[in-house]
């Protein structure tokens, strides 16, 4: 009985040591963002020799303008952001209208993944951009500002401003069942900014 008086003061003892410490921290718990969140738009204040700046959102942004022919993009904003990259850069801007339907326009994406001497001449003077015209999204209006399109893709050759230098056929521009390289380069050369040709 006398072990068990010695045992019960030890217990109440401890329990009332277990009541003087601090409760553990309460974790901060960060309300969640319901912003609406906007697609990345070039950033002008920051040039660098490259012609784009340093932040991943401008790459970003410049790379989806030539991803894919897609429906839900806004080509008004991605012109905007096209030109802001042409003038940083120093390039021209070319508008490739087609659709993810139109097989001439993937044969085009081919052609010039396929060629490097191309690719690169293409990627150090001009910003190239996908204009989607499908059942999904015509973009009538953006497209009512430009020359009649006879077939797809069709090619835009704008300044870096924005203002059209010229329209291109690009039936012109095949061989058999593609793209005619010494016609396709020739065009390229042709309408590069004047330091480049």
Same mark, same amino acid.
């Given at each position: 009985?006398?072990?068990?008086?010695?045992?019960?003061?030890?217990?109440? /003892?401890?329990?009332? %040591?277990?009541?003087? &410490?601090?409760? +553990?921290?309460?974790?901060? #718990?960060?309300? !969640?963002? @319901?912003?609406?969140?906007?697609?990345?738009?070039?950033?002008?204040?920051?040039?660098?020799?490259?012609?784009?700046?340093?932040?991943?959102?401008?790459? /970003?942004?410049?790379? %989806?303008?030539?991803? &894919?022919?897609? +429906?839900?993009?806004?080509? #008004?904003?991605? !012109?905007? @952001?096209?030109?802001?990259?042409?003038?940083?850069?120093?390039?021209?801007?070319?508008?490739?209208?087609?659709?993810?339907?139109?097989?001439?326009?993937?044969?085009?994406?081919?052609?010039?993944?396929?060629?490097?001497?191309?690719?690169?001449?293409?990627?150090?003077?001009?910003?190239?951009?996908?204009?989607?015209?499908?059942?999904?999204?015509?973009?009538?209006?953006?497209?009512?500002?430009?020359?009649?399109?006879?077939?797809?893709?069709?090619?835009?050759?704008?300044?870096?401003?924005?203002?059209?230098?010229?329209?291109?056929?690009?039936?012109?521009?095949?061989?058999?069942?593609?793209?005619?390289?010494?016609?396709?380069?020739?065009?390229?050369?042709?309408?590069?900014?004047?330091?480049?040709?």
């Amino acid at each position: 009985m006398n072990k068990l008086f010695g045992v019960v003061p030890l217990v109440f /003892a401890l329990a009332v %040591a277990g009541c003087n &410490q601090p409760p +553990p921290p309460v974790e901060k #718990v960060q309300p !969640l963002d @319901t912003s609406e969140q906007k697609a990345p738009v070039a950033d002008t204040s920051q040039p660098v020799s490259s012609g784009n700046t340093p932040t991943a959102a401008d790459i /970003a942004a410049v790379a %989806a303008l030539n991803a &894919q022919f897609d +429906p839900a993009r806004n080509p #008004v904003a991605d !012109l905007e @952001t096209a030109k802001v990259e042409a003038q940083r850069g120093g390039k021209r801007i070319i508008l490739d209208v087609g659709g993810e339907w139109c097989s001439w326009c993937h044969l085009l994406d081919a052609f010039m993944e396929g060629d490097s001497e191309i690719r690169r001449f293409r990627d150090g003077n001009y910003v190239w951009m996908k204009v989607n015209f499908s059942e999904e999204n015509e973009n009538t209006a953006f497209l009512s500002g430009y020359p009649e399109i006879k077939g797809y893709p069709h090619l835009f050759v704008l300044d870096a401003e924005g203002k059209l230098l010229h329209s291109q056929f690009t039936g012109d521009l095949e061989k058999g069942k593609g793209y005619d390289r010494e016609k396709f380069f020739a065009f390229l050369k042709q309408w590069a900014p004047p330091a480049a040709q």
